[in-house]
């Protein structure tokens, strides 16, 4: 059964930082590229990043460029979120999920870490 | 403000038909592929359609996806209450080159 389990959400003041994980199970963690996804308070879904199995690209939305940084360590089947210089607006809750196709639909889904940034 | 439009609800009875909608543009709907999350209270999302009509294993038949032009759209059939829920669509955009979803959209079984 695949598992992903997020975690480090927490409150942070903005200028701040905060490292998000996803530790995952139930899948060949290295074969698949993964994603961040955020839901912000008022439910809307918002594609953050995606990094492929390898480590070998990265992807990030425009709004988090330069200050997230995507990376995984496929020896210990986590996937983590560096976010930096944080802002109110990056206050949402965090998923991580498998990413599919051709880097355009979310297969599996872990059960979120709230992020709340506070000015 | 999101790149693919669903109506903010929609409300039908147990055992009706329903269907929702998702309207797009030529830079993503229109050129790929569409999926289909169906978020419950106090949960993750979850895939229930991709590559426009393909359903993931354990998603019952009920749930249907199809795609015409610059729309898609979800057909649930047999409403139970348990399928009261927030449904979002996503798909690729080509012009942002990234995936994008829809607003959403709040089934209410009534």
């Known amino acids: 059964e695949v598992q992903l389990l997020e975690a480090g959400g927490r409150l942070g003041t903005a200028g701040g930082s905060l490292r998000l994980s996803c530790a995952a199970s139930g899948f060949t963690f290295r074969s698949y590229a993964m994603s961040w996804v955020r839901q912000t308070p008022g439910k809307a879904l918002e594609w953050v990043s995606t990094?492929?199995?390898?480590?070998?690209?990265?992807y990030y939305t425009d709004s988090v460029k330069g200050r997230f940084s995507i990376s995984r360590d496929n020896s210990k089947d986590i996937l983590f979120l560096q976010m930096n210089n944080l802002r109110a607006e990056d206050t949402a809750v965090y998923y991580c999920?498998?990413?599919?196709?051709?880097?355009?639909?979310?297969?599996?889904w872990g059960q979120g870490t709230l992020v709340t940034v506070s000015s | 403000q999101s790149m693919l439009t669903q109506p903010p609800s929609v409300s039908a009875a147990p055992g009706q038909r329903v269907t929702l909608s998702c309207s797009g543009s030529n830079s993503n709907i229109g050129n790929n592929l569409v999926s289909w999350y169906q978020q419950l209270p106090g949960a993750a999302p979850r895939l229930l359609i991709y590559?426009?009509?393909q359903r993931p294993s354990g998603i019952p038949d009920r749930f249907s996806g199809s795609r015409s032009g610059t729309s898609a759209t979800l057909g649930i059939t047999g409403l139970q209450t348990g399928d009261e829920a927030d449904y979002y669509c996503?798909?690729?955009?080509?012009?942002?080159?990234?995936?994008?979803f829809g607003g959403g959209t709040k089934l209410t079984v009534l």
């Open positions: 590559e426009n009509n």
């Open positions: 990094i492929t199995g390898s480590s070998a690209n990265t």
């Open positions: 999920a498998i990413v599919s196709g051709l880097y355009d639909y979310f297969e599996y």
């Open positions: 996503g798909t690729w955009d080509s012009s942002l080159s990234a995936p994008v």
